[in-house]
């Protein structure tokens, strides 16, 4: 299983459509994707702030079954991203988490920003953090592959 908490939905599968905002209008989102046919009829499209539906997953009895979880959203609270999709990444599972560079702003003491400062803290845990296995890659505006141990 996979969990995506992600601030924005752009994918084809939103039929070519941008989706602004999931906090504003939408359109009947999800049964445009389950339409769609396998294997996205065997989603589970959730419409809500992450955190939320982080804890709503959490609360139903999904910790440790899910496989992979990707965090591509508002960086002040990637740690909470990253500690609940711990929580429901299976041992052995893979958390994925985009822009952990933030374009060389994390190296930069002159860049104290909310998100900068979120990241570089995030990036400090990261690297003492004994539940995991970690590699960052350099590749774009960085990214953090942690295994769960």
């Not at 994918?11 to 905002?21: K, M, N």
């Not at 209008?25 to 809500?48: K, N």
Request: net charge negative.
């Amino acid at each position: 299983m996979l969990v995506i908490v992600a601030e924005q939905f752009r994918h084809e599968l939103a039929g070519g459509q941008e989706i602004p905002s999931l906090e504003g209008p939408t359109v009947d989102l999800r049964d445009r994707v389950l339409a769609r046919g396998p294997p996205c009829e065997r989603g589970d499209l959730r419409l809500a702030p992450a955190l939320e539906t982080l804890d709503r997953l959490l609360a139903e009895g999904a910790a440790a079954s899910f496989d992979f979880a990707f965090i591509d959203a508002d960086k002040i609270n990637y740690d909470g991203y990253y500690e609940r999709a711990l929580t429901l990444i299976r041992q052995g599972g893979l958390i994925v988490i985009d822009n952990v560079l933030w374009s060389g702003a994390v190296a930069d003491p002159k860049r104290n920003d909310a998100d900068t400062t979120a990241l570089r803290a995030l990036n400090r845990k990261l690297h003492g953090d004994e539940r995991v296995d970690l590699s960052l890659l350099p590749l774009a505006d960085g990214i953090t592959l942690a295994r769960k141990r």
